[in-house]
């Protein structure tokens, strides 16, 4: 990316946004700045394959860190492309959109078939962001009104789902001072408004409707369609997966029998806690049903993004 | 807290080069939050 930003003063002149927007880049210009900037973005997304920074990370985070790890550092590389790659680069963009396809489609179904075969609490929630990020790449690259809004408002859900299921790993690692799912099990019996919290945010994570998910995801699907059946039906398939590692973390930890004696001794959420999961669920609940929240504001920001982008794609 | 500042800078900024300091100078906070 400094690579790229000194190129491009080389041959602006300036790093203002407005003069860089109004400024007529050569084709090779844009090739070279955009792939200097997108593999700043694409590291921080996390897009496959260079998503393998993330799970680690948040193995090692304490649960704050995780949390704002999901919520908002993420969201910077999908800033990133939304603000310089569509705008000033969009004709690169365009160029790159099958490679950006692919690897956002592998990152999908990578991300959720991985999920499936992790034991470790904190890497399922990391694999299932990896999944949901490459999802936000699909939106952002089909390039139309209905892709680049579904790509922000799942960005804006994901933040607040994703950092509530880590709060939720963090609640039962504070009692069991473990995060391996095989020494869980049955917490319903003992901690059931903990197990209620985390139905609500596993049934937002798998976007079920209702949930701030299902709406993201719905306006990508509807924007992807547009560009591509064939990428749109692939793309589901990583939906039902993450349907399915969400309704196993769920019924792994919250039925069957309680794994360890002391697990007989775990409280439920204090309220500190509780009220925390308050704070996380009543926004998701609310942008489940009140869309209108954040599209009124995301929709005419994109307007001019969109058509912009969707004029260049069908020239090309 | 500083943290807060940097992603609200990192979203508001209008030059490139601000852009660029920010967004990598939000790893030190992660850092801190994660490694230490």
């Known amino acids: ?316 | 807290m500083g943290m807060e500042l940097l992603l609200v800078l990192t979203f508001i900024t209008l030059d490139l080069f601000y852009f660029f300091v920010l967004f990598e100078s939000l790893l030190i906070p992660m850092f801190i939050l994660i490694g230490v």
């Open chain 1, 1 to 316: 990316m400094l690579f790229g930003m000194i190129y491009l003063h080389t041959v602006v002149g300036s790093l203002n946004y407005y003069v860089l927007l109004v400024y007529p880049l050569s084709f090779c210009d844009q090739i070279l700045c955009w792939c200097c900037f997108f593999l700043a973005f694409a590291v921080k997304m996390p897009l496959f394959p260079v998503h393998i920074w993330l799970p680690e990370a948040h193995v090692e985070a304490p649960t704050a860190g995780s949390m704002l790890l999901a919520s908002l550092l993420l969201k910077l590389g999908g800033y990133g492309l939304l603000r310089f790659s569509l705008t000033f680069l969009a004709e690169a963009t365009v160029v790159f959109t099958a490679l950006v396809s692919v690897l956002a489609l592998a990152g999908v179904i990578y991300g959720s078939l991985s999920t499936l075969r992790q034991v470790d609490l904190k890497r399922i929630i990391a694999y299932s962001s990896v999944s949901h990020m490459n999802l936000v790449v699909l939106g952002i690259i089909a390039f139309n009104q209905e892709g680049l809004e579904g790509a922000t408002y799942l960005m804006v859900a994901h933040g607040l789902v994703s950092s509530a299921l880590f709060f939720c790993v963090g609640v039962i690692y504070d009692r069991a001072h473990t995060r391996l799912l095989r020494y869980y099990g049955g917490l319903v019996t003992v901690m059931p408004l903990f197990a209620t919290g985390l139905l609500l945010f596993s049934l937002a994570n798998m976007s079920f409707p209702g949930t701030p998910n299902f709406l993201g995801e719905l306006l990508i699907f509807a924007g992807v369609f547009q560009r591509s059946s064939v990428v749109l039906f692939l793309s589901t398939a990583g939906i039902v997966l993450s349907a399915a590692f969400s309704v196993f973390l769920f019924n792994r930890l919250t039925f069957g029998t309680l794994k360890t004696k002391y697990a007989a001794e775990f409280t439920d959420t204090n309220r500190r806690e509780f009220s925390i999961l308050i704070v996380i669920g009543a926004p998701s609940l609310l942008l489940g049903v009140c869309s209108n929240i954040v599209l009124e504001f995301t929709h005419y920001a994109l307007a001019d993004t969109a058509l912009y982008c969707d004029a260049i794609a069908l020239r090309n």
